[in-house]
């Protein structure tokens, strides 16, 4: 029986699993991520952590598991894009990591904009010039760390890191490629126009490869560190967002996927692809596909932070729930739609798609002095939900096709989210019961890559449906009037957010 390991390099925790060629997961492990913020907007984490992280979750997965290393088929690495690791040529890390989410380099995205058109790179790239690139991240290290930059040896990414220390090779995966903004979606080749507008010399990067690609098998330094076989082949892996959409099903035209996690993802499948800058384009996990997306910056963190602050003031008829976010919803159920008056802008960590706006913040407009916690509760839940009518309105307006909705991830627990989710956008909701994550795309991509199984959708067989969460019409209407005053109220105050973050830069 083959045995696939998957690994998911992810933002807060690294997750490993063991799965077979039917539909069993024989065993999963995890271990947390420190993610630091060393000044306002930065995001940096230590690849070595997630390399001690690999060795431990081996050990572990064998153990629970009653397998032997020797029994693992291959191994397929996932994680986020683009985060940025930087290795000198003696395979030192030269500092942390920089990740997809950090906004320190926005006067460099100004000088990108500056150098080439735009329009030219979203045609080139299928991604907008944002500062999810890397180019921008390499421009701000040059200017502010110097003597760093001056000993780039090798620029790749979290799970391209994790493939190098199990194998030794060095590889770039084609999604971390696009969506950092060197490679060509027409021919997937790196462009050296591209790559100079990092500053950086193009034999720094690493050849890309397709995901289910072999790169290589774990090496002798690796198997001692890990406890994984010798000789046992890696893939080229691929971006944990992807990876999640394509373990939910998504592969047919008018698939979507919402994951109602940390941040807020929003995927799509399609065998064409129309680049638009409000969204991000990666490749489909199946060969011939395209996966345009969205990223919230923020939708459960946003939760997280409200019950941090405000779990105190929880009144005592909010129910017995062991958990602050339960007691919440317990709250915004018996408040109607509109919050009372209440419109939130989730934009709290800024925005990344559709409006890429890093100076946008959050915002509660229409308080009164009648206003309660549950009704502030309920105007978050409302105001994340239409930051996800807002991608699906972008997906439509550039010609891609909405048909089925599925919902993963830990937000969807709530049953109050998940309502006001359907009735805002005004279709049913389809929850996954059992998704386990990444890092089973990560471990079937492995199985496909080595030979060991050869249906793209035989991933599917793991997970079962949920219930199906169907709108209320007459709220959909009222959300339909809603949604219209969110994007003005973005609209109105845009130009005070830039304003303001000037302000606090200076």
Known sequence: MPVFFGLDIGTTSTIGLLADDGDRILATAKRPV??????????????????????????????KSGFEAGDITAVGVTGMVPAVV???????????SIQ???????????????????????QLTGNGINQQLVANKLRWIKRHENDVFKRIATVFGSYDFINWKLTGNRFIEQNWALEAGFLSLETRALVPD??????????????????????????????????????TPVIAGCADHVASAYVAGVIDAGDILIKFGGAGDILAATNRVQPDARLFTDFHIVPDLYMPNGCMATTGSLLNWFVAEFAANLPDDAGSCSSPHARFDALAEKVPPGANGILALPYFLGEKTPIHDHS???TFTG???????????????????????HHIDVLQDIGYPVHRILASDGGTASRVWMQIAADVLGMPVQLLANHPGSSLGAAWLAGMGTGAVSDWTGVNRFIKSGPLISPNP?????????????????????????????????
Not at 371 to 376: C, E, S
């Open 86 to 96: 930087l290795l000198d040529k003696s395979g030192h890390l030269l500092r942390p």
């Open 34 to 63: 420190t993610l630091s913020s060393p000044n306002p907007g930065w995001s940096e984490e230590d690849p070595e952590q997630w390399w001690a992280n690999v060795c431990a979750i081996v050990t572990e997965l064998l153990e």
């Open 360 to 362: 946008a913040r959050g």
């Open 367 to 389: 308080l009164s002095l009648s206003n309660d916690i549950g009704d502030l509760w309920r105007a978050l839940l409302e105001g994340t939900a239409f930051g996800f009518r």
């Open 474 to 506: 007459k709220n959909h209407a009222f959300y339909n009037e809603r949604f219209a005053h969110y994007r003005e109220l973005y609209e109105q105050l845009s130009p005070l957010f830039l304003k303001m973050a000037k302000e606090t830069e200076s």
């Open 194 to 231: 591209l790559i100079a507008l990092g500053h950086i010399d193009p034999a720094v990067l690493p050849p890309p490869e397709a995901s289910h690609e072999i790169i290589g098998t774990v090496n002798r330094e690796a198997s001692s560190a890990t406890g994984l076989a010798e000789g």
């Open 100 to 122: 997809q989410s950090d906004g320190r380099s926005g006067a460099e995205v100004a000088e990108i904009k500056e150098e080439i058109d735009p329009a030219h790179f979203l």
